[in-house]
Nanobody, 122 residues
Framework: QVQLVESGGGLVQAGGSLKLSCIVT????????WAWYRQAPGKQRALVAG???????HYVDSVKGRLTVSRDNRKNTLHLQISSLKPEDSATYYC????????????????WGQGTQVSVSS
């Protein structure tokens, strides 16, 4: 049973920065790739950033250059640094072990955390 606890979101002005955190328990954190997903009201939850066991990263085109995903295996924690925030970044951000879009139906009913909300004002 994996437990995921996200934190670090808030209300910020466009152009500001946030650092999100995800504390993971109940699995071998270091043995898995991890990712951040986000969901805005009325939209589907979607991958925004991932990091492999070896530390290589992946970002979707819409956030590339503004987001940095990192991991601390010693603390079983995943981070997402977001800079130059835009209103379109407003969403609830969730962490989860990494999976590709075609696997969504398998994982959509996983025990996701509550997420952390990011609200960006223009």
């Amino acid at each position: 049973q994996v437990q995921l606890v996200e934190s670090g979101g808030g209300l910020v002005q466009a152009g500001g920065s946030l650092k999100l955190s995800c504390i993971v328990t109940g699995c071998n954190f270091g043995a898995n790739a991890w990712a951040w997903y986000r969901q805005a009201p009325g939209k589907q939850r979607a991958l925004v950033a991932g990091i492999t066991e070896s530390g290589s990263t992946h970002y979707v085109d819409s956030v590339k250059g503004r987001l940095t995903v990192s991991r601390d295996n010693r603390k079983n924690t995943l981070h997402l640094q977001i800079s130059s925030l835009k209103p379109e970044d407003s969403a609830t951000y969730y962490c989860h072990f990494y999976f590709e879009e075609f696997e969504w139906d398998v994982h959509k009913n996983d025990d996701w955390g509550q997420g952390t909300q990011v609200s960006v004002s223009s």
